[in-house]
């Protein structure tokens, strides 16, 4: 069964059983929290809470995705720019008992899946929210055996809102074995083996949550599903990742006739999903620019560019790429007359990184020559020629040259206070444009930081941190990788002060006398103005969890951020870790 038919199979099912079919919406929402779509509920967020819908209380669509969090780790065997969501949509009508039923019909009866490859993971009950034994009752009288069903947390089975605030509640999530065998023992769902692959998530909308993070329950109950079409593809066209389904196999046999090494299978599946996530983007009217959606779109582009170049592409590889991405969705969502303007889009930014690239490479080749390359340098090469940071990194690695990344942090963050001086107090000295997400970002990295000091120890300090409207990325000192324990000790801690609301103090002073109160600063005297602003959290008698110089903006209360949850930590670089995280 191809990508069509199974899109096709899912939209005539939920039509049989009453549902309006809703075209997908623009991947640029209206929504401007959060700058795309990533997820089906979010045109009919409104339709949860006080908004009547308009095609009815029932609906499914198949929605254009994109998610820029996870782009790094595209290349592995699931992971997506853009992707397609499949989903059946309840607003007050139907609850949990159809909508698992039909769930588990739609997969084993339209589908073929077999009913004891599947694993059922629902709401253990925490914080308030009891557990979800309805949804665990429903899956057993359908015939799952409890063995099936697993018991999890809010982190992992309790979803949304989408944004700052909106409807949200527990989830029962349906995931698929992929092997059928354990690699081991402790083998669960979440094994990096890659057993299993979750593909359908299950959504009751029972609560809606404000912008401080309090949960309040809805008038009417409503549902949200989403099941990603190419991993629904990879599991019914019995295939190990999505990139050997038809949704990416003309695009891998074109880069692959194209290509003079027939290796870099990684760098063949970034190149693949990154010009269809540019196409898609470019064809909704985005632009490469440094900020925002135009600033997403360029990364994808130039990442797709230096992957070309060390396949020994042709200069015109990705317009020869693009086209099979027309030829995949011609028929659903593009247009053939819009390939031209995609065309010229792609063009004029490999025309504009060549040149770039070529300057640059001269001074990179000029700067190793004594076998090293200065973090000044190397935050030039990213600043003035536009040269990703991944990219300087495998440059250092095919030179066998150590890349480093605290300097490369250190230039970063001098050239963000240098930046801030003068727009301070236009734009609070994060960046240009922050929106309500990002500063609530901001916020969660001082506790983060002040966490990681309680739990490893005194010697961890801001390394560098990136902050974009979806998600976190923090960079500290810190010797080894973080055990299992430690990371949860961190994210338990930031959660306790998220709840404990945490007021913000802001002083300004001398930056002697704010070092001397042991407000953490991470520069040299030199890198700050005379005056400087310390932010603090503190909590009711008046005891400062976290003190940070720092430009701000942060939130009032640190009640507003939501549960916050570690969904990565990694090396960054030799002594450095680094930790991706996202506020729900």
Known sequence: MDSKKIRKKFLDFFEKKKHKIVPSSSLIPEDKTVLFTTAGMQQFKDYYVDKESPYGSRVATAQKCFRTSDIEEVGDKDHLTFLEMLGNFSFGDYFKEETIGWALEFLTEECGIEMNRLVFTIFKGEKNVPEDLDSKKIWISLGADESQIEKLGMEDNFWGPTGNSGPCGPT????????????????????????????????????????????????????????????????????????????????????????ESKKEERGKRIIADHVKGAVFLISEGVKPSNTEEGYVLRRLLRRAMRHAKILELPKNSLEKISEVVFEIYKDDYLVATDKESVFKVIRKERKKFEKALEKGLKEFEKEVANGKLKGETAFHLYSTYGFPLEMIKELCEE?????????????????????????????????????????KL????????????????????????????????????????????????????????????????????????????????????????????VYSFVDSSGEAFSKELCGGPHVKNTAHLGKFKIKKEKSSGKGVRRIKAVLN
């Open 172 to 259: 029962t999530e349906i995931h698929y074995d992929l092997t059928g065998k354990p690699c081991g023992k402790d083998c669960h769902l979440d094994c990096e083996c890659g057993r299993y692959v979750e593909i359908w998530n299950l959504v009751f909308n029972e609560y809606y949550q404000d912008e401080e993070g309090q949960l309040s329950s809805l008038k009417s109950k409503g549902v949200d599903t989403g099941m990603g079409l190419e991993r629904l593809a990879m599991v019914i066209q019995n295939k190990s990742h999505v990139f050997e389904t038809d949704l990416f196999t003309p695009l891998q046999e074109r880069i692959d006739s194209l290509a």
């Open 399 to 439: 030179k066998k040259i150590d890349f480093n990344q605290e300097g490369f942090e250190k230039a970063r963050e001098k050239h963000k206070m240098v930046s801030r001086a003068g727009a301070e107090e236009k734009f609070g000295g994060l960046s240009e444009d922050p929106d309500k997400n990002e500063v």
């Open 442 to 533: 901001h916020t969660a990295t001082h506790l983060l930081h002040e966490s990681l000091r309680r739990v490893l120890g005194s010697h961890v300090k801001q390394e560098g941190s990136d902050i974009n409207s979806e998600r976190l990325r923090f960079d500290f000192s810190h010797p080894q990788g973080m055990k299992k324990d430690e990371i949860k000790k961190v994210e338990e801690m930031v959660n306790q002060k998220i709840e404990e609301g945490l007021e913000r103090e802001i002083e300004e002073m001398d930056y002697e006398e704010a070092v001397s109160k042991g407000v953490l600063a991470f520069f040299e005297k030199d890198r700050y103005p005379d005056k400087v602003k």
